[in-house]
């Protein structure tokens, strides 16, 4: 098909924009803070009016302690238990199945969220109860979603971290469904699965995004707002660190701007592993038992996605936490 100069012109605005908007979701999703602007402005000007503006939001005062999986678990300070405290006589007296989603490491994760400032870490979770009252995440059953998991899209690996942290397998190019309210509902059943089996003591989860015959078609933009404004609304600070396995080459220079604004540990959270490079194949050796790894990853494990052994992990999952549910009623 040949294109008018105008035509030309406006196709690659577009394209443009869903580059912008995809790397921004990616950062906003990493990083579980809020800017309006990002998905409008270049990567550049939202960099110079935002990200200099980053703190540490990370830890007040790290006080570490090693959990049983190896984990180094912060402490709270005397400064930090005080403002959890200033939470929850914000939040007041809440159901029993509700306050079972404000626990300490809940609250602390909220104010880190928000830049330890209390009135906004509690208007925060304040929103995610009344979402969890409404949409209820932790009813959602295999067979409500199973429809959406059929290729694999997004799965739970049966590969953990080497801190023994659930590493949720993403696969943008094999999206199967166009309902956004299908694809957030099944994105929100992995989550809770993924949440439901961290270790103890662990708050947080790896991402791995594998980018295999990837292309901006397989992009809406109101499913990666709807997303978005999930994750960094509802899930906050969840995420470990996420791998970004061959990736398109526009992300790794998007990054590479937004780099100096952020945090040591921030800035960590985003590692590009390309199969082609042993020097970022050595990322994976470092984080995971490569003998369990998926093969489609670089590992020695053999086996792909297959639905069947997935729906049968996912229903025993779905028991167990639904018994738990009950206990609490």
């Known amino acids: ?8 012109k406006l196709y690659i605005f577009h394209h443009k924009r869903i580059v912008q908007y995809i790397s921004s979701f ?3 999703c990493l990083t579980s803070k809020s800017y309006p602007s990002l998905c409008f402005d270049s990567p550049k000007t939202i960099f110079c009016k935002e990200f200099k503006k980053e703190v540490n939001y990370e830890v007040m005062n790290p006080n570490p302690v090693m ?17 959890i405290e200033e939470v929850r006589k914000l939040l007041g007296t809440l159901p029993e199945k509700l306050s079972s989603f404000c626990s300490d490491d809940a609250v602390l994760r909220y104010l880190r969220a928000r830049n330890w400032h209390v009135n906004k870490a509690t208007k925060m979770l304040k929103e995610t109860l009344k979402w969890r009252v409404q949409y209820k995440p932790e009813e959602i059953c295999w067979e409500e979603v199973a429809g959406e998991s059929e290729t694999g899209k997004i799965y739970r690996s049966t590969c953990v971290d080497k801190l023994g942290r659930p590493v949720l397998l993403m696969r943008p190019s094999v999206e199967n469904s166009k309902s956004v309210k299908g694809q957030i509902r099944y994105l929100v059943y992995c989550m809770e699965n993924a949440v439901q089996n961290l270790p103890p003591g662990e708050e947080q989860m790896v991402w791995m995004i594998d980018f295999h015959g990837y292309s901006l078609a397989n992009v809406s933009l109101r499913t990666t707002k709807e997303t978005a404004h999930v994750l960094q ?6 995420l470990a660190f996420a791998v970004l396995y061959n990736p ?6 998007f990054w590479k701007v937004a ?12 590692k590009f592993v390309y199969s082609d490079d042993q020097n970022t194949k050595q990322i994976m050796d470092e984080n995971f038992d490569m003998d369990k ?5 670089g590992g020695n494990d053999g086996s792909d996605f297959n ?11 779905d028991k167990k936490r639904l018994a738990a549910l009950e206990g609490c009623l």
């Open 259 to 270: 780099r100096p604004f952020l945090e040591p540990k921030t800035r960590n959270k985003v």
């Open 1 to 8: 098909m040949i294109r008018s100069q105008s035509q030309n």
């Open 233 to 238: 609304e509802h899930y906050p600070e969840r």
């Open 67 to 83: 959990s049983t999986n190896g984990f180094v678990k912060p402490v709270p300070t005397e400064e930090e238990q005080a403002k």
């Open 248 to 253: 398109p080459k526009f992300f790794e220079p």
């Open 26 to 28: 990616l950062f906003v």
């Open 307 to 317: 639905i069947n052994i997935h729906s049968e992990r996912m229903k025993e999952d």
């Open 293 to 297: 790894m998926e093969s489609a990853f």
